[in-house]
Structures are given as structure tokens and as C-alpha cells.
């Protein structure tokens, strides 16, 4: 302690200064001590939900901007400024306010194509992280809670997503808060209620936008933050899974220190998602509301696909045959099945895996921190994949109109193969991945390692 | 040392002073395109050349910072004990007891209680959600009505009034009722004219009244509300760009493929005294998107 003290103080820098000046108010030497040295199991792949995670970053910070110049409002203004062909036109005032960041603030164009770029990336790194997790079987107990957490940021993301490409206020987004609209429309008893609930009124309501912002930039963010923070603190709690190796066992975690080998690794990729991110948005035009031009009721062009991640949903709509029926006065539209209840369906269905595995599957309820292979569970194996095909099926649906363009066949041809498609693949892929999987397992390709006990 | 360890440590000595190098250069480059970013916002900022430097700024950093990591540091593996979640049999059991002998039993005690807060919790809940209800009107009427009228003439969106000869066959142009100006009233009132060719007219028995060969439908799509935008003259079908739901116009635009169920409603219409296209009322049956209570007969205004 002496000699330590003096060898201390004459190399104190400001990091040291503040540590000592926390720990004197708060005692965190101690537990801080255990941080420093937490392990981090290392694999590429337990990287994917970081990169989630920074893609939110992005977006917090280009959305601050981006709202700082926005005009959530549907007053009718005319465009005076910079871009000719739409000089003189009546336009919204959300839609000017778009095209002002667009055309006249400095850095805005960039900052609105990053925002619409990370959205995209966010929600894609959040389905290949769950992918990693599901066919690993990083989701078993003690982690159940975890996965439940994950699928409800995934739900957040796709109603962050959906506001916010309606706030422009372009002929594309309003296109989409119809379709939005009319969905729910269709809910039984309630639907009329909460749509004039939610937009003030008849569609377009009076109040869209101003509910759509909050939405976006205040209530969802909130939920997205909160539910981030419990699925870190969780992870923190019950430590990360990894892979069967080496020295790793079901009770021991061997890894990167979090300080400073972790939190460096983390940094880096944190400074190479903003840098993908800024690339796409830089040279990557996306959602450019100029060419689209303003919103009008009774305008639409053709082809209009969404972001990538609600063509699943389109495609569900557009392969729904035309059936709508009333029972006892109730009638049941054509757009509730594939737009409310599938959706639903597929949503509980993740959300409950874990539960329906270890009952029915594995029968198995003990604590699992060393990850699988997608062999090693072959029922597994099947269903994801049949889920996935089912989901890849429909999300090519979602653009039948473009393939039929494309490959000069029918809609209706395409449509049809479609139908058929979504029913008969999944289980054929399903039972494929599960035979394949059970092959796989029969023959141990890894050798076990013989030193280990 | 043996001469094999000097070696190794000579190695490894080598590989971090490289990766230092790196590392150093990799921030360098970051520092320049940094200041180069600096440059192009000053000088009025081009999105394409802002997002290449970042992309270089940013890509800098993270190398160095990974180098740093992975190379210069090369920190060994920890390992930790992972003890299991649930905690040890003891120390649930010694929980269990406290709060069995503190709260649990309390509770227990004063059940009535606890049911009562419970339920005053619920019916607070329920009270504290009233307010909502007053983000906007009821559907009462709505959607069941336009701002169609019996009289009102059929304008084009520049607010220009059309005769039957205006509209020829295979042409087919976007109506309103004339005075619905605002977004709102135009979002449910929009309509299609179309000019069937001679003799196409098929319309089943009871439809709405049509002029000559004119007819007009509803342009919102009864499947999700949007508007139904294209017209193939040939086949005399209105397609709906959102999910290809088509539409036989010469048969009260019954829907012929896609996933619209229900007709596009049509609108009855005939010719004023100053010989323009007018309204003979509302459209037959309520517009757009299906919704539960459709098939209910709407309210009654009083006159």
C-alpha cells in the first residue's frame, strides 16, 4: 500500500482524478473491478445485435436532426423553394419541410438517406441476430425472457419504421397510411373507432401527422430505449452464451476482457457501422419525395413497393384471395386474415418458441449457456427453416406485380405459383432441413476433443 | 530466455510495431478526411463527397481502434465461473421464510383488502383511459356517406365542370363533386368517368343511372383504400397499382382478379339544365375498405 501510493499519485491523469473523485462518493472499486475482467465470449456472429444496437444510435442522432426542421403539419402551403418542377405547386407543410432538408439545409439530404438507410439495416440486423439466436439455441432457458424482449423491439422497429416513412408526406407514404388505415379499418367492432381515434377523423384526418411524429420521435424511441436497456441488462445478468470449445463449459464463460479488449472491439464496430451507414447515404439515393411529389388522395404510381421489411406483410395481402363473408350482421373484410390475424399469428408464434420447444420438443428444462448447432435440435431445424420459407415466399408476393413486369408472365400466373407456393413449400423445406439435419447428427464431424472430461 | 523464447518475443515485438504503424495511419487518414469534411461543409457541403469522407473518417477510426485491439494489445482470454441463475436452495428458502413472516402473511391476512386495491387499481386504470376518447370523432355516419349530393355537378380537379361529350370512349378522367376542394372531402369522394364504347354497357339490372355511354365508379379500391389509377381501355378494366385488384367496368365493376371482394360502388348520374354532368345522389353503397358494420343501413339525417 505505501510504495503502491506514492507510484501512483506522481502518473494521476484526469481519468485517474475522476475515478477516485466517483469512488470516494459512490464505492465502485470494488464492483468495478469485477467489470473490468467480465469475459466476452468471441464469435463473429454474437456481433450481429450490436450492430442493431449502433444502427439505433444512427438513427437516434439523424432523427434529432432531422426534427429539428421538420413541420409535422398538413397545412396547405405552396413550394417556393429551389427544385423547379415543383415551384408553384400546393403542397403540405411536412412535405415543404422535407423538401427544405432535402434541397436547402446544409448536410440534411445526407442526414435524412442515413436515417432512412439505418432504419433499414437496424431492422435487418435485428432478424439475422434473431436467426443467430433461434438456430443456436441461444433462446432456451435461462434466456426465454430475453428472446420475448427481442420480438417486442422487432415489433417496435416495424412501427418506428412504418411512422416514419409516412411523416414526409409524399404520394408514397401516403399511400402507405392508407393501406394502413384500411387494414385496420377492417378489425371487427373496433376498427372504425381507432382509426378515426388515431388520425382525428375520416381518413387523411386532420391530425395524421402530428400523431404519426410523436409516435416516432417520442413514444416509440421511448419503448425501443427502455426495452434495449432491459435486454442489455439481462445479457449483462446472465452473461453471454458460447460455443462448446475448448476450456468452454455450461458454467464457465471464457472470452475477451470486456476492458479494454471488448469494449474496443465494440467501438470499432461501432465506428465501421456509422461508416457503412454514412457510405450508403452518402452515394445511395433512398426515398427521394421530389420525384414522388406531394401527397394527394386520388394520386398513386405504379410499381409502389415499401421498405424491405413490410413486404412480407403486402405479400400476405396481395396472395389473400378475395373472400369476405358477414356472419350475424359482422362483416369480416378481406384485408383482416392476411393483414391482422397472420401477422398476429406469426408474431405469437416467435414470441412463444422458446415455451413450445422445451414442452413439446426437447422436454427439456434445465439452464443452457453453451450454444447448438442447427443439427443438433433437427425439429428445430425444420421448423425454422419451413418458417422462413413460408416468410421468403410471401415477402416475393409482396412484389408480384414487378416480377410479372419483369418476366412478361400474368399476374394471375404469378399470383397462382405464389398461392401454392406458401402452402406447399414450407413443409417440403421444413421436412427437407429436418432430415438433413438428423443426417448430420448421425455422423459426428467434430471430433469430440478427447482431453476434455 | 531461451533462444526460442527471444525469438518468439522478437516476433511478436515486430507484429505490434507494424500494427502500431497501421493503427497510426489508419487515424491519420481519419484526421484528414475529418478536416476534408470540414472543408466541403464550409463550402456549401456536397451529400455525395459528405458521405465518403465520413465513410473514410469513420472506417479510420474503427481500423485503428481494432488493430489496437486485436494486435497491439492481444490481451489472453479470461475465464470466469458461471455460476447457474436460479439462486442456491438456501438462500430461496431463507427469502421464502422472511417474506413469509413479513409480507406474505400480512397479506394473506387482509385479503379482502387486497382485493379491494386491486380493484379500485382496475377501475382507476379503466377511468384514467377515458381521455383518449377524445383524440377524435366516432364513426357515427362517415363511413357510410360522401360529399356526393343529389345536383352536384361532376368537375375535374381543376374545378372545371364536364359535359357528356366532354368524355369519349376509352377516355376516362378523375371527378369530384364541384366544392370539394379540401384533401378530406376529395378522399372519399373521388371518382372515375369513363367513356365505355358503344354497346360495351353491361350493367347489372337495378344499377345506379348512367348518360349515354358514361359511367361512374368510385376510385377507391374496396380492398385497402387506394386509388385505383389505371385503366386498361382494351379490357375495359380498372386496375388498382397497390394489389392488382382489377375491375370490370362494363359489369357495375365487379372485380374480376386480385384480392378486392366487393364492387367499386357506382355513382348514379344524369345531365343538368345547363347540360353538365351532375350527381343524382350519394354512391350506392359506402366506398373504399370493407369494415364490420357495412352492411348496416346508415342513419337517416333528418331533413
Not at chain 1, 469512488?23 to 456472429?45: E, I, Q, T, V
Not at chain 1, 427544405?100 to 438517406?113: D, I, K, T, Y
Not at chain 2, 369519349?168 to 366544392?179: A, K, L, S
Request: aromatic share 10%.
Amino acid at each position: 500500500m505505501p510504495s503502491g501510493t506514492s507510484d501512483r499519485t506522481h502518473r494521476d491523469g484526469p481519468i485517474e482524478a475522476l475515478a477516485r473523485w466517483l469512488d470516494d462518493r459512490l464505492r465502485l472499486a470494488g464492483g468495478g473491478r469485477k467489470y473490468l475482467r467480465k469475459a466476452f465470449p468471441a464469435h463473429w456472429s454474437f456481433l450481429l445485435g450490436e450492430i442493431a444496437l449502433f444502427s439505433l444510435v444512427v438513427l437516434l442522432f439523424t432523427g434529432t436532426f432531422l426534427a429539428l426542421f421538420y413541420t409535422p403539419s398538413a397545412r396547405s402551403v405552396i413550394y417556393e423553394g429551389p427544385y423547379v418542377p415543383l415551384q408553384g405547386t400546393e403542397v403540405s407543410a411536412a412535405f415543404n419541410s422535407t423538401m427544405r432538408l432535402s434541397f436547402e439545409v446544409r448536410a440534411g439530404l445526407l442526414m435524412r438517406q442515413v436515417h432512412h438507410w439505418a432504419a433499414l439495416v437496424f431492422v435487418a440486423a435485428i432478424v439475422v441476430h434473431m436467426l443467430r439466436v433461434f438456430f443456436t439455441g441461444a433462446f432456451r432457458k435461462p434466456r426465454e425472457l430475453n428472446w420475448v424482449i427481442g420480438v417486442g423491439l422487432l415489433l417496435l422497429a416495424f412501427g418506428a419504421g412504418f411512422t416514419g416513412y409516412s411523416l414526409p408526406d409524399d404520394l408514397l407514404s401516403g399511400t402507405g397510411l392508407r393501406i394502413g388505415y384500411s387494414v385496420l379499418l377492417g378489425v371487427p367492432f373496433l376498427g372504425p373507432l381507432l382509426g378515426f381515434l388515431g388520425l382525428g377523423g375520416e381518413y387523411p384526418g386532420t391530425d395524421a401527422l402530428g400523431r404519426l411524429h410523436i409516435m416516432h420521435v417520442m413514444l416509440i424511441p421511448a419503448g425501443l430505449l427502455g426495452l434495449v436497456g432491459a435486454h442489455l441488462a439481462i445479457l449483462v445478468r446472465q452473461r453471454h452464451t458460447q460455443k462448446p470449445g475448448p476450456g468452454a463449459r455450461n458454467d464457465n464463460v471464457v472470452g475477451e476482457p470486456l476492458f479494454p479488449t471488448q469494449t474496443m472491439i465494440s467501438l470499432s464496430l461501432l465506428a465501421f457501422t456509422i461508416a457503412i451507414l454514412t457510405l450508403l447515404g452518402g452515394l445511395f439515393e433512398i426515398n427521394p419525395v421530389w420525384l414522388y411529389g406531394p401527397y394527394e388522395p386520388f394520386s398513386v404510381f405504379a410499381p409502389a413497393q415499401p421498405d424491405w421489411y413490410m413486404g412480407w406483410l403486402e405479400g400476405l395481402l396481395r396472395l389473400w384471395p378475395p373472400i369476405e363473408f358477414t356472419v350475424f350482421g359482422v362483416t369480416i373484410a378481406s384485408t383482416f386474415i392476411p393483414g391482422v390475424v397472420l401477422p398476429g399469428i406469426v408474431f405469437t408464434l416467435v414470441g412463444i418458441y422458446p415455451w413450445f420447444e422445451s414442452r413439446f420438443v426437447t422436454r427439456d428444462q434445465a439452464e443452457h449457456h453453451l450454444l447448438q448447432r442447427a443439427r443438433d435440435v433437427p425439429a428445430r431445424a425444420g421448423l425454422g427453416t419451413g418458417a422462413l420459407t413460408f416468410l421468403l415466399v410471401i415477402f416475393v408476393a409482396g412484389s408480384n406485380d414487378v416480377i410479372a413486369a419483369d418476366t412478361a408472365t400474368s399476374l394471375q400466373a404469378i399470383t397462382g405459383i405464389l398461392r401454392v407456393a406458401a402452402i406447399v413449400l414450407p413443409p417440403l423445406t421444413g421436412f427437407a432441413a429436418y432430415r438433413f439435419a438428423q443426417r448430420l447428427g448421425d455422423e459426428p464431424s467434430v471430433p469430440e476433443p478427447a482431453s476434455q472430461p | 530466455m531461451s533462444d526460442r523464447q527471444v525469438d518468439q518475443w522478437e516476433q511478436r515485438h515486430a507484429r505490434t510495431d507494424r500494427a502500431a504503424r497501421q493503427a497510426a495511419t489508419t487515424f491519420f487518414v481519419a484526421i484528414l478526411a475529418a478536416i476534408g469534411l470540414f472543408v466541403v461543409y464550409i463550402q456549401g457541403g456536397q451529400t455525395q463527397l459528405e458521405g465518403v469522407l465520413l465513410f473514410v473518417a469513420f472506417s479510420g477510426v474503427g481500423a485503428g481502434i481494432g488493430l489496437w485491439a486485436k494486435v497491439i494489445l492481444d490481451e489472453p482470454q479470461v475465464v470466469e465461473d458461471r455460476p447457474m441463475m436460479r439462486s442456491p436452495r438456501e438462500s430461496r428458502e431463507a427469502f421464502e421464510a422472511e417474506y413469509d413472516e413479513t409480507v406474505g402473511g400480512g397479506l394473506a391476512r387482509r385479503s379482502f383488502l387486497v382485493k379491494l386495491l386491486m380493484g379500485a387499481g382496475a377501475s382507476l386504470g379503466l377511468a384514467l383511459l377515458i381521455p383518449l376518447r377524445s383524440l377524435g370523432p366516432g364513426p357515427e355516419n362517415e363511413l357510410f356517406t360522401t360529399s356526393w349530393r343529389a345536383g352536384a355537378r361532376l368537375v375535374l380537379p381543376t374545378g372545371a365542370p364536364i359535359r357528356p361529350d366532354d368524355v369519349g370512349p376509352d377516355q376516362i378522367v378523375t371527378v369530384f363533386p364541384e366544392g370539394a376542394r379540401t384533401v378530406e372531402e376529395q378522399a372519399d369522394s373521388q371518382a372515375v368517368l369513363i367513356g365505355l364504347r358503344q354497346d360495351a354497357m353491361d350493367l347489372p339490372p337495378g344499377s345506379p343511372a348512367t348518360v349515354g355511354n358514361l359511367v361512374v365508379y368510385s376510385k377507391l379500391c374496396t380492398h385497402a383504400g387506394c386509388p385505383v389509377g389505371l385503366y386498361r381501355a382494351s379490357a375495359a378494366e380498372l386496375l388498382c397499382p397497390c394489389h392488382q385488384s382489377t375491375f370490370d367496368v362494363t359489369r357495375g365493376a365487379v372485380p374480376i382478379s386480385g384480392p378486392a371482394a366487393r364492387p367499386l360502388p357506382q355513382l348514379p348520374i344524369g345531365v343538368d339544365d345547363d347540360g353538365f354532368l351532375v350527381a343524382l345522389g350519394d354512391f350506392e353503397a359506402p366506398v373504399g375498405p370493407t369494415f364490420w358494420n357495412l352492411t348496416d343501413e346508415p342513419i337517416v339525417e333528418e331533413a
